[in-house]
């Protein structure tokens, strides 16, 4: 069989309500093997100043750091696309997000309907992971998305 993605949760927290309001952060169930990502926001304050902190876990007695963790600058990253694991991640959510343009972010914006229908592409050995991706406006921390899922290898 082919190597599986299933999302198994999605938690989305706010620090700074008076910058963004998460409407919904959910997954939908379509079946047993297949659910999907949704998440809608709304950014208050135009943002020219946006880092995203992306750590990637991996469950093991509790979550443990898994591979990376590191701060980019999402202004140049958007302008660029010069960082090859946002890359990747960009390229994986940029036909169902609103967030493919440049700084500034201001108003709605979302995840609809997201889910890995084809392989990923990078390999990682069967668990469970959580990719965390914290946003940083202006230097402070203003929202969270955390995502869980399961990778089934190709066995």
């Not at 008076?18 to 990502?37: D, E, G, I, M, Q």
């Not at 700084?103 to 959580?130: H, K, M, N, R, T």
Request: hydrophobic share 40%.
């Amino acid at each position: 069989t082919a190597p599986r993605v299933k999302l198994t949760n999605a938690v989305c927290e706010v620090y700074n309500k008076s910058w963004v309001a998460v409407h919904y952060c959910r997954l939908k169930a379509y079946s047993r093997n297949k659910t999907s990502l949704h998440i809608n926001a709304t950014v208050f304050e135009p943002s020219n100043n946006i880092s995203v902190r992306i750590k990637f876990m991996k469950k093991a007695n509790g979550y443990k750091p898994f591979l990376y963790d590191f701060t980019i600058d999402g202004c140049e990253f958007m302008r660029r696309r010069n960082q090859p694991v946002a890359k990747i991640l960009l390229n994986i959510i940029k036909n169902v997000s609103t967030v493919n343009h440049t700084c500034p972010y201001v108003g709605y914006q979302a995840i609809s309907d997201f889910y890995i229908a084809s392989e990923l592409p990078v390999v990682l050995p069967s668990g469970d992971y959580l990719l965390l991706l914290t946003w940083i406006f202006y230097g402070k921390r203003h929202f969270a998305t955390n995502v869980y899922f399961r990778f089934t290898e190709d066995i």
